[in-house]
């Protein structure tokens, strides 16, 4: 369930997205992206750019007004913000003492020529 707290957040960062949903629309969005605010906030810009396309020109007497390019400024926006996405899991190097263990206990491995102290000044 989406907090208050991550409604604004959306609709802080989503500029103009209060127009087109309503707070439990927006709320809707958080739970189904799962929380994850850089999809939400993509998502909001999707829907705002394909309310600016189907809103397409409008001409009424020698004014007129097209909403091509701000429809193609809010899949920028969505595409900026899907790239802030992190996927995946930090790695920060090494291997667990329980993968040291699977490895030494595996009959069909390579012995490792290099032992921790092999480049030790061994002489006297």
Not at 68 to 85: D, E, S
Request: glycine share 10%; hydrophobic share 40%; aromatic share 6%.
């Amino acid at each position: 369930m989406a907090t208050n707290k991550q409604i604004g957040l959306v609709k802080r960062d989503a500029v103009g997205i209060a127009s087109l949903l309503s707070d439990p629309d927006i709320g809707d969005l958080i739970d189904e992206e799962d929380g994850i605010h850089e999809r939400v906030v993509a998502r909001c810009y999707d829907m705002l750019a394909a309310k600016a396309t189907e809103k397409g020109e409008i001409h009424v007497g020698k004014y007129s007004e097209s909403f091509m390019l701000q429809a193609k400024n809010y899949q920028l926006l969505a595409k900026f913000w899907r790239g802030r996405i992190v996927s995946g899991t930090p790695f920060a190097g090494g291997i667990s003492k329980a993968d040291v263990e699977a490895r030494k206990a595996d009959s069909d491995r390579v012995v490792p020529t290099f032992d921790k102290g092999s480049d030790a000044n061994n002489e006297g």
